[in-house]
């Protein structure tokens, strides 16, 4: 971290590239996860997931604070309701599109 003004690492500033460079980085880990033929790629794919979900999620959270019109505690509520809808919800869309035969480095 650079202390006179030129840089700040951390969420100090909303940054508008901080929505759409994470999506492309999630993009690249979900194009290695359904490509992948061996572990060493599921190994790989995973890190490259986090890190765009953990690059993503705090301007995420900024924007729905915006949106919210003032209601900061709904926003957030809203905000985690929603995570924990997808997380809750997101594995039967990839049980049921997934087939063992087409993924040989899942079928273990």
Known sequence: M????????????????????????????????????????????APVLGVGSALFHPEASRVCCMASGGKLGFAQSS?????????????LPAISSSNPAFKPALSV
């Open 79 to 91: 905000f985690q309701v929603g995570g924990n809808t997808g997380t809750a919800l997101g594995p």
């Open 2 to 45: 650079i202390t006179d003004g030129r840089w700040e690492a951390g969420n100090v500033y909303p940054k508008p590239y901080a929505l759409a460079v994470p999506m492309a980085v999630v993009a690249v880990g979900i194009i290695i996860l359904a490509t992948s033929d061996s572990f060493v790629l599921l190994l790989l794919a």
